[in-house]
């Protein structure tokens, strides 16, 4: 495993699909030291909001999309564990 891997879940408050996209991830997280989390909000950048204002929450593995709207654990633990 690579020694450095952001996620980035991206999403707005108030979402719920977000809340529980957030709780698949740190559910998965813990298993992985190397991994560094971050929150981004579509209502704090525009660039954000038009690229993924219909697809939230998205979440980004270094980057590149990994999934949208919904977050299957099992799938992020194997995305990450080939990362």
């Known amino acids: 495993m690579s020694s450095k891997i952001l996620l ?3 999403g707005k408050p108030g979402c719920h699909l977000c809340d529980d ?3 698949a991830v740190q559910s998965v997280l813990d298993d992985f030291s ?3 989390f971050e ?4 209502l704090e950048n525009s660039e954000l909001f038009e690229k993924y ?8 593995i270094n ?4 999934n949208y709207w919904r977050i299957d654990p099992e799938r992020l633990r194997s995305a990450l564990v080939q990362a």
């Open 8 to 10: 980035t879940l991206i």
């Open 21 to 23: 996209a957030e709780l």
């Open 34 to 36: 190397a991994v560094s």
């Open 39 to 42: 929150k981004a909000s579509i």
């Open 53 to 60: 204002s219909e697809q939230i929450p998205v979440l980004l």
């Open 63 to 66: 980057g590149l999309v990994h």
